[in-house]
């Protein structure tokens, strides 16, 4: 109990104790801070809506031949099923490995295609990051700020602070919509 009491009144001093000096100068210095939320920009700037439209109609298109690819799969299995009472073991063996190749192809172009869409997405994604850090460093200049800071990485933010709907407003002047290059290429 006495162990409690005294950090308490530990704690007590250090809460009353005066506000370092420098810590004083640096917020009277002038520095401004901004605060910037990338994921309304993410969610709502046409350039990403954009990209995750296209992206989903390239992602629909694959999706349709691989279901295509895994139909033709199926058939070729319950055929090889029908077969193996007709066909010789060696004659059955060679027609599973036949089969087992083609599984192994299909598979393969379904990790090829994800690959390609990945890159894609990624490649559309930093044409906008690389316009998006030149218009956060505009707003800088011309607002002269110092500091920036992502609203996810911050507890308590004043919405004066807050750039994020000049941002989006110039991204989406400036980048409307971003093309993403065919996955399929």
Request: net charge positive; proline share 2%.
């Amino acid at each position: 109990m006495k162990k409690i009491l005294s950090l308490l009144a530990l704690m007590g001093l250090l809460f009353m104790a005066p506000v370092h000096g420098a810590f004083a100068q640096e917020t009277a210095s002038g520095i401004k801070i901004a605060v910037i939320d990338i994921n309304i920009i993410l969610r709502n700037a046409a350039a990403f809506k954009s990209i995750r439209q296209q992206i989903g109609a390239y992602r629909d298109k694959f999706q349709a031949e691989i279901q295509k690819e895994e139909e033709t799969l199926r058939n070729a299995n319950q055929e090889l099923a029908r077969q193996r009472t007709l066909l010789s073991a060696d004659a059955f063996a060679d027609k599973r490995r036949e089969f087992e190749a083609k599984v192994v192809t299909v598979q393969r172009l379904v990790q090829q295609r994800k690959q390609n869409l990945d890159k894609s997405q990624a490649k559309a994604m930093g044409q906008i990051q690389e316009v998006l850090n030149v218009i956060v460093t505009e707003i800088s200049k011309e607002q002269n700020i110092s500091l920036i800071l992502r609203q996810d990485q911050t507890i308590l933010a004043n919405s004066a602070l807050q750039i994020t709907k000049a941002v989006l407003a110039r991204l989406d002047a400036k980048m409307p919509s971003v093309t993403v290059a065919d996955p399929s290429k």
